[in-house]
């Protein structure tokens, strides 16, 4: 429906394969390796071994700060991986330009639920965060966990594929399940009639993992696909860089 109501830019590249490096490009608008940030953020003895330091520079330019500095409300809810446990004292999010947050794979307040329902919770926080923006402008990053490992859907959402075998089972629930969460928000936000006020971005920070053919592998569930391109997640082929991107806003960005 994003698609069919926006732009879907089938040519869109990150600038990374793996998580950390791909987030901090999002967030810097640099390159990553600006930031010697070459793989993801690990512990202290393997960000030494990778010669990484231990967090995104909060120092960098940084999109949420300059949202703030021009009048927005900003907060980031879901994963957060700028940085990992493991370390010590790193920068809290609020650091780097938001005013609320809640997070996972990163230090402050966290989302507190279960993985495999992560979404639901995050899609709560944000839109309590939009009712307390006051009318003011408002920034959110949303970074959902679906389809990272590990995947581990509602059961409702897999009782909806109970014809499917696994591993299809459970990645089919967990797409559909951040489908609907996702759906939920998108929803308030025509209730509400900010839908042509609001700018969504759908993206990724890589290609899908490459499945395990180990049934007790967390990577076991991980069935995305790449439309035949060459790569998956950790490769700079094309599907490990190449990633969906999809800019809807009614009135604004043309349809279809």
Known sequence: RMANEGIDFRR????NPVCSPSRAAVMTGHFPARYCIHQHFA???????????????????MLPRELKNAGYRTAHYGK??????????????????YNDNRVYNGPG??????????TGACVDFTIDFIKNAGGD???VNLWIHESHAVIDPPQDAKDAYAHIEEPYRSYYACISYADRELGRLFQYLRDENLDDKTLIIFS????????????????????????GLVGQKRSLHEGGVGVPFIVHWPGKVPAG
């Not at 869109?12 to 600038?15: R, T």
């Not at 007790?216 to 696909?225: K, P, V």
């Open 80 to 97: 957060w991986h700028l940085t990992n446990s493991g370390v010590y004292n790193p920068p809290l999010p609020e650091v780097y330009g």
């Open 137 to 139: 402008p408002f920034f």
């Open 12 to 15: 869109f590249n990150v600038c």
């Open 109 to 118: 307040p966290q989302v507190g639920t279960p993985i495999g329902v992560s």
């Open 43 to 61: 512990t202290a003895e393997l960000n030494r071994e990778r010669g990484m330091p231990d967090w995104l520079d909060p120092l960098a330019p």
């Open 204 to 227: 990724s920070d890589n290609g899908p993992e490459s499945p395990s053919s180990n049934p007790d592998a967390i990577t076991w569930y991980s069935r995305g696909e790449t439309w």
